[in-house]
Structures are given as C-alpha cells and as structure tokens.
C-alpha cells in the first residue's frame, strides 16, 4: 500500500512548501516550550536562512549544531537545506576531543549550541574549538563573547527576507551532499557519513511505505535529532509526510507517556530501553495511542517485541546504520518473524551475504557471512574519502561490517560484527579510540574494551587490563583519565577487569570473543556514567 505523498519531492523543500499553501495552520512540530505550524515552522527556518546567508553563508558550506531535540534544531536543519548548506549534526555527549576532530574534518563554518544544556557550559567549550576550525559560532538560548546568538540570526533574517533588495532563494540540486553525519569508526576517529537530499528522501519514502504512514499520524522523537535515528525521522520524515511531530528534550518515561497520551502519538522509533520502558503497566493507558515500535539500535529481546505485540502494538526489530539508515523491517511482516530476525528486506534495497574467507561468494539463505548492502537511501561516501576504498567493493555494495543471515524470504538476522564498536543505549562507541586512551595510562601494559549483554543499556562496557608487575589500577584511575582526556562520559567503561595475560589467537590478536564469553556472567568495579 503506498501511503506517502505523490511523486517524491527532489528536495524537503519542495514537499514544505507544499505543506505551507495547502495546510498552512496544521501543526508540524510539538517541543517543550510550545507548537509551531507549517505556515510558523517555515517562515522561522526561511527567516534564520536569511540570517545565515547575511553572514556569508553559502551552498555547499557545513552547518554544524550540537544541539538537544529543541525546535531551534529543527530550524537549523532545514535553514541549511534551504540554502543548499551541509548539515552536520553533534551528540550531545561529545566534548573537547570530539567535537574538535569533527568541526575540522567536516569544514565547518558554523556551528549551532546553546549555551548551557543539562549543566554542561556547551558554548564555553565551543568557542575554542570553533576559532581553531574557522566557524562562527552561534548560540542558542543564553549568549558567549565570542559567537552571534541564534536569536540577532532569526531577526537579522526576518529583515533581510522582508526588505525589497530580497530576490529569494535559489534552487538546490537534489544530488548535493545535504547530511555529514559522523559516526564512531574502528580505528578509534568518528567517520563523517555523506548523505544527499535524494537518498534522505529515499530513505523517508522507504520508511513511510513499510511502515504504512500518512499525514494523519503523530510522530513521537525521544531519541536525540543529533543521531540518524532522530534526524531522520522527526526532521525529514515528518516534513515528507506532512504529519505532526512531538519532541522530548530529555528522556523521562513518564513524561514520554504523557506527550504520547496528549498528543495521540500513534508511532515510534527508539533502542531498546525506549520500549521496555513504555511497556511498564501502569503506563498502559497513556500510550493506547501508540500503534507501530521500530525498535533497533542495540539487541533486542525476542520477548520485548512479543509483549508490545500482546499489548496491541506493532512492534518490529529493525535493521539499518548511519551509512544506510533503514535496511528492514515493516509492518507487513510476519508478527513472528518480527520478534526472531531483524525483519524483511525492504523492496528498493539489496542485500547479500558474503563468505568471510572469500569476499566473491555469495552465501546461499541460512548461512552467516558479512551484510552488504545497496539501496537508492545508501550514503554517497565518507567526508574522507580515503576510507572510502575499504567500505565498498569492486561493484558498489556496502561492507557494513556486520555479520548475519538471509532467509529464503528475505528476512535478515544481525547476529553478530566484524566491526569493533560496542552499543551501548543506541549509541555506536568505538573500543579502539577507548582502548587507545587507557593505553596511555603508564602502568597498563595491554588493554581490550569490549561489550557484553545488558538488559537495561544493550551493552555494557569492559575494560580488560594486563598491569605491569606489582602496580594496580582502579576503575576510579580509567574515569579521571578519560575525563582529562575529554572524551563523553558515555565512552567510560563500566566494568574494570584485571587479568594476568590476555587471550591471544596465533596471529597475536586478541580473541575478544574470549573476553566477552568469561565476562558476560562476571561481575567485577562497576561505574555508573
């Protein structure tokens, strides 16, 4: 059944602008201070493009923001694609390391933060790091002596779209780069994902079909617009559709319930703990809205989906990544199989499983081999290209490092990764750049962070340390020292496990799966980020 709009729109603009003469008084967007309709939501995003290009900016730039799920983010986002800018979203968690390497790797020339945001002086933290990569910075809700302030940018805007040297906004190839979306990468540095106006919009009409989506549904975001998960589904999709989008800044499952019950919320996106959260029973009368959970982003109990499935929501697992947002899963599959793989392969994507010792067979259904992938939604390549060559093959197909299993319907089983990154709340965490850290520490000789089952985080994190004779460490020493380090809080491990000698395969490599298996039942110092 297709659901969505028409023809797709070869760019977001296209389908607001629409939205604007059509239900101009509709809303678009519930956030916590208040609602914006489509006439509101357009005239803001147009007026703060204004403002950007009254301060240079151009096609093709990079606007980052490293925003919460606040309205101001929204309008970010769809200023720059107004204008053909980049948009390049930053978690929040990220601080002086991170966000430094990305404003640099990405060439940015703005970047969006407020001021303070859950007790974190984000601006101050900034300011530095935006001087150092040439961006002007802009602040949200609060001011710095150093940045323009998100407010002077909308009025600036406002005027300069009001004035009669105004000549309007010039068209935007839909095959421009639209989207830097950096996500954690196995050599220990975050990779900057290339995505474009068409494979957003790709990707918006794939997820709307599968998951039979109109405009008359309400779209509930917990999940940050700073991640794939959010930006793809709060601030494109819902403009694709034309439907309504509610916003929570800060997760709070009691408050979740609430927006969903005053809202009428009928569907979702969201890791794991998300749904096991919303499925508490005396939260049952607040959510009877909520129709259709596309649940991904860390594993997923068999059990979770057939409970939200008992309780009278299509709940599906789901499989996708930065590089290639939503892979599978959709409401027409089969309510068991929704529970047990990671759902069926949509129509426009293509996926094949290769052998692990020999990457040009192809393995029949039912065998576990490495995902690849390709799709219309598949990501154009990274900011640095250089990592481009060991991502794809020969004839195009994504590597997404993965490992999993086909079956002769087309349904996709995750069962595993070749890739060394743990996820831990839906967020990707690369071992190696944790690793690399602990390393420095003077007395840990050898050091392996690895994942291992969580019912509450998807994965908790183990740091496996070899000490040099007669010294000791703490878990205490690994959080200061990551702290100094400047890296997010989420990075810290959980778990400290000091062990004589690490297990080693003949190559020298560590065996992980080794590490994993001994630790999975062990507990050991635990730290609580």
């Not at 890739?419 to 840990?444: C, F, M, T, Y």
Request: overall charge negative.
């Amino acid at each position: 059944m297709r659901v969505f709009p028409g023809p797709q729109p070869s760019t977001l603009w296209n389908s607001l602008d629409q939205l604007r003469l059509e239900r101009p008084d509709d809303v678009a967007l519930v956030h916590s201070t208040g609602r914006l309709t489509y006439r509101q939501l357009c005239a803001e995003a147009e007026a703060l493009a204004c403002g950007l290009l009254s301060h240079g900016a151009q096609p093709g730039d990079t606007i980052s923001f490293q925003m919460p799920n606040w309205s101001e983010t929204v309008l970010i986002a769809l200023a720059a694609m107004r204008i053909g800018a980049i948009c390049n979203p930053i978690i929040t968690i990220y601080r002086a390391k991170e966000v430094s390497f990305i404003l640099e790797n990405a060439r940015a020339r703005f970047v969006f933060v407020p001021e303070t945001y859950r007790g974190f002086q984000h601006a101050a933290m900034v300011s530095p790091l935006a001087e150092q990569a040439g961006a002007r910075l802009v602040v949200c809700r609060g001011k710095n002596s150093d940045g323009l302030t998100f407010d002077g940018l909308l009025r600036n805007g406002y005027r300069l779209r009001n004035s009669a040297e105004w000549s309007g906004f010039d068209a935007v190839n839909p095959a421009s780069d639209a989207l830097y979306l950096y996500t954690s990468g196995t050599e220990g540095r975050p990779k900057g994902v290339r995505h474009s106006h068409a494979t957003l919009l790709s990707e918006a009409g794939s997820v709307s079909s599968a998951t039979q989506l109109s405009a008359r549904d309400t779209l509930f975001m917990g999940s940050p617009l700073t991640h794939i998960t959010g930006f793809m589904y709060a601030i494109v999709l819902g403009p694709f559709l034309g439907a309504k989008v509610c916003l929570q800044d800060v997760w709070e499952i009691h408050e979740a319930a609430a927006l969903i019950d005053r809202e009428s919320c009928a569907w979702t996106v969201g890791a794991t703990p998300f749904l096991q959260g919303l499925l508490d029973p005396e939260l049952a009368l607040q959510i009877q809205s909520l129709r259709i959970f596309r649940c991904g982003g860390a594993d997923v109990p068999p059990q979770l989906i057939r409970r939200a499935q008992e309780r009278g929501i299509r709940a599906m697992r789901t499989y996708g990544c930065s590089e290639h947002p939503t892979i599978s899963g959709g409401v027409g599959d089969d309510p068991a199989k929704a529970a047990t793989t990671d759902g069926r392969v949509h129509p426009q994507n293509q996926v094949r499983i290769i052998d692990l010792d020999d990457d040009s067979h192809v393995l029949p259904p039912g065998e576990v081999g490495e995902i690849q992938t390709k799709g219309d939604e598949l990501f154009l390549g990274y900011v640095d290209a250089s990592l481009n060559e060991r991502a794809f093959t020969g004839d195009g197909w994504f590597r997404t490092g993965d490992l999993g299993r086909l079956d002769s319907d087309r349904y996709i089983t995750v069962v595993g990764r070749r890739k060394d990154i743990i996820i831990r709340k839906g967020e990707n965490i690369s071992a190696k750049e944790v690793e690399d850290l602990i390393l420095d520490l003077p007395h840990v000789l050898q050091c392996a962070v690895v994942g291992v089952p969580d019912e509450e985080r998807g994965e908790l994190m183990v740091a496996a340390c070899v000490l040099a004779s007669g010294t000791k460490l703490s878990l205490g020493d690994i959080t200061d020292h990551l702290q100094r380090a400047g890296i997010a809080r989420q990075k810290f491990p959980e778990r400290l496990e000091t062990i004589a000698e690490m297990p080693m395969n003949a190559a020298g490599k560590i065996l992980k799966s080794e590490l994993r298996g001994r630790f999975s039942t062990t507990p050991a110092m635990k730290f609580q980020p």
